[in-house]
């Protein structure tokens, strides 16, 4: 650190976007940045911030990664987009070829590619609705799944994401997901209850599609007891309905697999992907079964930008890096440290409700160690002493009382370290 956090740079920026930028786009921590890579991020003054956020779960193979870098490079230079629908170009084959290879399922696949997490949600609900000919949509307490109308309607948190943007879209219901530390049931048991209001609220057969993110991201990284999801896609499997498995936040090696479901064990028939993709350039994909990606119309999918050249580039870049098969076991390494770093806080602050997560997908919930209940007042006050201390902390969680780590895969133990020193000095600061 050079200056203070924000520095006297950052503080006219701030000053500018004010004046410049809509009011309802936040900012989590008002830093500008000017420079990142290898899991630290520089800002306009000269301070150097570690990075524990990945920009949300995106530069999981690093900031301006070289291999990215090199394929946007030389993407760039060749041309910039034609509109796949107008005139293919190979890359885009190449990306869906990759997708199809890598995505849980040895069935036949086929892939179609967008420009967001939550472009992608909703073509995965078009095409369940068009191969289903049905079009209820089950989605779950806690999960996040974009904020364009469709999607904004499959969220659970209202504030910030729904408040008075209403009406939202049709036929969503949702149902209780399995949440270890609040609802005391078990994988199975979680399973059965959220079936039992399938059959009785809504009738199997009129679901077209189940979604449901492997660990909640947004919602605070729940992760589901054993048995859960397994339950849930037999249940799909002997009711016709599409399983849909939000990958957005925990694709490409976040959670020490290259796909979260592949550590339940289960077979999607759909899998929506975006975020670790494509290095930090924007592009989305749904991945799945041939006939239900095949049912739809020539024509009935696309955008303008869907599956851009230099985004296509990148995720060649990224993919390449991915398939490489060294950032599994480096999320695997990033689960030990935190592990190991966060039980003596556990042990010392009772607040500290559960330390949960897998591979570099860390989370913290914190509660009032009386009653149990939320803490999101200790949690943003932590997060703002880590911000002053130069590390790049977010929070999540319907109740706004998690802690989430997504650092990129590449950050090393030193600097992770580094990061988990001053979340220490940050309980000390505010519990001590
Ligand atoms: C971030 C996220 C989305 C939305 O992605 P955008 O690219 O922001 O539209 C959807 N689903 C999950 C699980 C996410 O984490």
Request: aromatic letters at 6%; proline letters at 7%.
């Given at each position: 650190?050079?200056?203070?956090?924000?520095?006297?740079?950052?503080?006219?920026?701030?000053?500018?976007?004010?004046?410049?930028?809509?009011?309802?786009?936040?900012?989590?921590?008002?830093?500008?940045?000017?420079?990142?890579?290898?899991?630290?991020?520089?800002?306009?003054?000269?301070?150097?911030?570690?990075?524990?956020?990945?920009?949300?779960?995106?530069?999981?193979?690093?900031?301006?990664?070289?291999?990215?870098?090199?394929?946007?490079?030389?993407?760039?230079?060749?041309?910039?987009?034609?509109?796949?629908?107008?005139?293919?170009?190979?890359?885009?084959?190449?990306?869906?070829?990759?997708?199809?290879?890598?995505?849980?399922?040895?069935?036949?696949?086929?892939?179609?590619?967008?420009?967001?997490?939550?472009?992608?949600?909703?073509?995965?609900?078009?095409?369940?609705?068009?191969?289903?000919?049905?079009?209820?949509?089950v989605a779950f307490e806690h999960a996040y799944h974009g904020r364009t109308n469709l999607t904004m309607a499959m969220?659970?948190?209202?504030?910030?994401?729904?408040?008075?943007?209403?009406?939202?879209?049709?036929?969503?219901?949702?149902?209780?997901?399995?949440?270890?530390?609040?609802?005391?049931?078990?994988?199975?048991?979680?399973?059965?209850?959220?079936?039992?209001?399938?059959?009785?609220?809504?009738?199997?057969?009129?679901?077209?599609?189940?979604?449901?993110?492997?660990?909640?991201?947004?919602?605070?990284?729940?992760?589901?007891?054993?048995?859960?999801?397994?339950?849930?896609?037999?249940?799909?499997?002997?009711?016709?309905?599409?399983?849909?498995?939000?990958?957005?936040?925990?694709?490409?090696?976040?959670?020490?697999?290259?796909?979260?479901?592949?550590?339940?064990?289960?077979?999607?028939?759909?899998?929506?992907?975006?975020?670790?993709?494509?290095?930090?350039?924007?592009?989305?994909?749904?991945?799945?079964?041939?006939?239900?990606?095949?049912?739809?119309?020539?024509?009935?999918?696309?955008?303008?930008?869907?599956?851009?050249?230099?985004?296509?580039?990148?995720?060649?870049?990224?993919?390449?890096?991915?398939?490489?098969?060294?950032?599994?076991?480096?999320?695997?390494?990033?689960?030990?440290?935190?592990?190991?770093?966060?039980?003596?806080?556990?042990?010392?602050?009772?607040?500290?409700?559960?330390?949960?997560?897998?591979?570099?997908?860390?989370?913290?919930?914190?509660?009032?160690?009386?009653?149990?209940?939320?803490?999101?007042?200790?949690?943003?006050?932590?997060?703002?002493?880590?911000?002053?201390?130069?590390?790049?902390?977010?929070?999540?969680?319907?109740?706004?009382?998690?802690?989430?780590?997504?650092?990129?895969?590449?950050?090393?133990?030193?600097?992770?370290?580094?990061?988990?020193?001053?979340?220490?000095?940050?309980?000390?600061?505010?519990?001590?």
């Open positions: 650190m050079v200056t203070n956090i924000p520095g006297p740079k950052s503080i006219e920026l701030l000053a500018r976007k004010t004046a410049a930028v809509s009011a309802g786009i936040g900012a989590a921590l008002p830093i500008f940045v000017v420079a990142g890579g290898g899991g630290v991020l520089v800002d306009a003054d000269g301070n150097s911030l570690i990075d524990l956020g990945s920009g949300i779960a995106v530069t999981n193979v690093g900031n301006a990664a070289p291999t990215v870098v090199a394929k946007v490079r030389e993407q760039v230079g060749a041309f910039t987009h034609t509109c796949f629908m107008v005139t293919p170009y190979e890359l885009y084959v190449d990306v869906c070829e990759r997708l199809n290879a890598l995505t849980p399922g040895d069935f036949e696949k086929r892939t179609a590619l967008f420009n967001s997490g939550a472009e992608a949600v909703e073509n995965a609900v078009k095409i369940a609705r068009h191969a289903t000919r049905r079009t209820a949509v969220t659970s948190k209202n504030m910030p994401y729904k408040d008075g943007f209403g009406p939202f879209a049709p036929e969503i219901y949702r149902v209780a997901p399995s949440y270890p530390l609040r609802d005391g049931r078990d994988g199975p048991e979680a399973a059965a209850h959220a079936i039992r209001r399938i059959d009785r609220e809504i009738g199997p057969d009129n679901v077209a599609a189940l979604i449901i993110e492997p660990i909640a991201g947004e919602g605070g990284f729940i992760v589901p007891a054993p048995g859960f999801l397994a339950a849930l896609s037999q249940f799909c499997t002997d009711n016709g309905i599409v399983f849909i498995a939000d990958e957005v936040q925990t694709g490409f090696c976040r959670t020490g697999a290259t796909f979260a479901c592949e550590q339940e064990g289960i077979v999607p028939d759909l899998v929506t992907m975006a975020k670790g993709m494509a290095g930090g350039l924007p592009l989305a994909a749904v991945t799945g079964r041939a006939e239900m990606m095949d049912s739809v119309h020539p024509g009935g999918l696309g955008g303008t930008y869907g599956g851009n050249p230099v985004a296509c580039a990148a995720a060649i870049g990224a993919l390449t890096e991915l398939a490489a098969g060294h950032l599994n076991g480096r999320a695997r390494e990033i689960e030990a440290i935190f592990f190991d770093r966060l039980a003596p806080l556990a042990d010392k602050y009772p607040q500290i409700g559960e330390i949960r997560g897998r591979g570099a997908m860390i989370a913290i919930e914190l509660v009032d160690p009386a009653t149990g209940h939320p803490d999101p007042e200790l949690t943003a006050n932590l997060a703002k002493y880590a911000h002053s201390q130069a590390v790049v902390m977010l929070t999540a969680g319907t109740y706004g009382n998690v802690i989430r780590f997504l650092p990129p895969l590449v950050i090393s133990d030193e600097l992770l370290n580094e990061g988990l020193d001053v979340l220490s000095d940050a309980f000390a600061e505010c519990l001590d």
